[in-house]
């Protein structure tokens, strides 16, 4: 409960939210998503003063947990990635760039660890899935255009 009060503290903007459709899910089959691995370089240019961002498992849920760092820090720890869409909103309005870091905790019960995730800047949509072993991490590094 304190690294949650100290977590808001830090990032006061920080919000998530298990959302249903704010991403029509026949939009979102429609759309090419960029498979990124650990060995993957993933740089954003950004106009909007928050990130944000939609993470789910976009096959079957078979448990895969992930860790999420916002510039080194714990935002979301050991969370079970679901079917369900959950939108993560960051603040970027006092900062030139950020990164973010994706950890594969577990692989669940089928094959590797596999996350969808959408940013959404103003109007441009950027789509990944990330595709891990256990233990390994995507970065992604985000700077103001």
Avoid: C, H
């Amino acid at each position: 409960m304190i690294r949650l009060t100290l977590l808001f503290l830090m990032f006061p903007l920080l919000s998530f939210t298990q959302v249903n459709q704010s991403i029509d899910s026949n939009i979102s089959q429609l759309i090419n998503y960029k498979t990124i691995t650990s060995k993957s370089f993933i740089k954003l240019g950004w106009k909007s003063s928050n990130i944000s961002l939609f993470i789910w498992d976009g096959s079957n849920e078979d448990n895969d947990i992930i860790t999420i760092f916002y510039d080194n820090q714990p935002i979301l720890e050991n969370f079970v990635i679901k079917n369900k869409k959950t939108l993560i909103e960051l603040p970027f309005s006092e900062v030139e760039s950020a990164k973010l870091k994706f950890t594969a905790i577990s692989t669940g019960s089928e094959g590797k660890n596999t996350v969808n995730i959408i940013f959404i800047d103003d109007n441009v949509i950027s789509p990944f899935v990330s595709v891990l072993d256990k233990n390994e991490s995507i970065v992604i590094n985000i700077n103001k255009k």
